[in-house]
């Protein structure tokens, strides 16, 4: 019995932002798979303007990173560390002479919906770029995800006091303080803590 193999064809993608460019190698099932992928990569990395071509270039750790989030090649269990660049302890790219942090171009391309969502590991590996592993923050540089707000306020409800829910959550007292500040602005609600 044959299998069924999947011939798998490389694109160029010439990426285009103000008076710079880049070339980056695309591999995808066919045409429209590689101009899918063109436009999911071009939102990613906010570029002006963007053409495929048959030419051949030599991956690199860009490239192939759009390749695993196209063939949706990450497992559930394993974290991926990333093995380019940081800054402020999260996974970059330097593309046009700007930073992306991975993990939000990542976002970009799979075109997930939530204005001001950032991306944290849940596996708490700061490496860690496996799509499956995210969990999203409603701001930057927040500790606390959109679930750990709802088991802040749940606790809040039952009568835990502030240093009790600062331990079940690993996080400072003060960060209990100001989220349960900002929850009562919020909400228009006066809650006593």
Same mark, same amino acid.
């Given at each position: 019995?044959?299998?069924?193999?999947?011939?798998?064809?490389?694109?160029?993608?010439?990426?285009?932002?103000?008076?710079?460019?880049?070339?980056?190698?695309?591999?995808?099932?066919?045409?429209?798979?590689?101009?899918?992928?063109?436009?999911?990569?071009?939102?990613?990395?906010?570029?002006?303007? /963007?053409?495929?071509?048959?030419?051949?270039?030599?991956?690199?750790?860009?490239?192939?990173?759009?390749?695993?989030?196209?063939?949706?090649? /990450?497992?559930?269990?394993?974290?991926?560390?990333?093995?380019?660049?940081?800054?402020?302890?999260?996974?970059?790219?330097?593309?046009?002479?700007?930073?992306?942090?991975?993990?939000?171009?990542?976002?970009?391309?799979?075109?997930?919906? &939530?204005? &001001?969502?950032?991306?944290?590991?849940?596996?708490?590996?700061?490496?860690?770029?496996?799509?499956?592993?995210?969990?999203?923050?409603?701001?930057?540089?927040?500790?606390?995800?959109? &679930?750990?707000?709802?088991?802040?306020?749940?606790?809040?409800?039952?009568?835990?006091?502030?240093?009790?829910?600062?331990?079940?959550?690993?996080?400072?007292?003060?960060?209990?303080?100001?989220?349960?500040?900002?929850?009562?602005?919020?909400? &228009?609600?006066?809650?006593?803590?």
């Amino acid at each position: 019995m044959e299998k069924n193999i999947i011939k798998n064809t490389r694109y160029c993608l010439n990426l285009s932002k103000g008076k710079k460019n880049l070339k980056i190698n695309v591999t995808a099932q066919d045409s429209n798979h590689a101009q899918a992928q063109a436009a999911d990569i071009a939102r990613s990395l906010d570029v002006d303007t /963007f053409s495929l071509s048959y030419e051949v270039i030599p991956p690199s750790a860009i490239s192939d990173l759009y390749t695993r989030l196209a063939f949706s090649d /990450f497992d559930h269990e394993i974290c991926e560390n990333w093995q380019g660049s940081f800054s402020n302890k999260s996974p970059c790219l330097y593309v046009f002479g700007k930073r992306f942090y991975v993990r939000t171009a990542i976002l970009k391309y799979l075109d997930i919906p &939530g204005e &001001g969502a950032v991306p944290k590991p849940s596996c708490k590996n700061k490496h860690c770029i496996n799509p499956y592993h995210f969990e999203y923050c409603a701001e930057k540089n927040t500790k606390l995800s959109g &679930g750990d707000v709802q088991m802040l306020l749940a606790f809040q409800s039952q009568g835990a006091s502030v240093q009790q829910i600062a331990k079940a959550l690993n996080v400072h007292r003060s960060t209990i303080y100001r989220k349960l500040k900002d929850e009562r602005l919020h909400f &228009g609600v006066a809650r006593h803590f």
